[in-house]
Nanobody, 124 residues
């Protein structure tokens, strides 16, 4: 059983930065950040596996960084150069089965644990 609790969402201006946190209870082999806007499917942002491999969606490359502090059982998403189109509910996700993100982070339906979400709003 894995429990995920996100925090850090906020309203920022375009060009600003924000760091999201996800406190993890339990063990997961792969973890990821997804985001969703009303009326659209949940889309992958970035993922990381237990070997430290990372994968970034095209929209996140060069601007977002996923990291984890295992001592604090926390997953982070550092977001820089934020754009209005980054506005969404951001979700932390975990998969407790053996997995890797070395060839991609997989879709939302491949993760079996989810946090409640944290809202990020970027204004122009």
């Amino acid at each position: 059983q894995v429990k995920l609790v996100e925090s850090g969402g906020d309203s920022v201006q375009a060009g600003g930065s924000l760091t999201l946190s996800c406190v993890v209870s339990g063990h997961a082999y792969c973890m990821a950040w997804f985001r969703q806007v009303p009326g659209k499917e949940r889309e992958g942002v970035t993922g990381i596996d237990s070997d430290g491999n990372t994968h970034y969606a095209y929209a996140a490359k060069g601007r977002f960084t996923i990291s984890q502090d295992k001592a604090k059982n926390t997953l982070y998403l550092q977001m820089n150069s934020l754009k209005p189109e980054d506005t969404a509910m951001y979700y932390c996700a975990a998969l407790d089965l053996s997995c890797t993100v070395s060839s991609g982070m997989g879709g939302a339906n491949e993760y079996n644990y989810w946090g409640q979400g944290t809202q990020v709003t970027v204004s122009s």
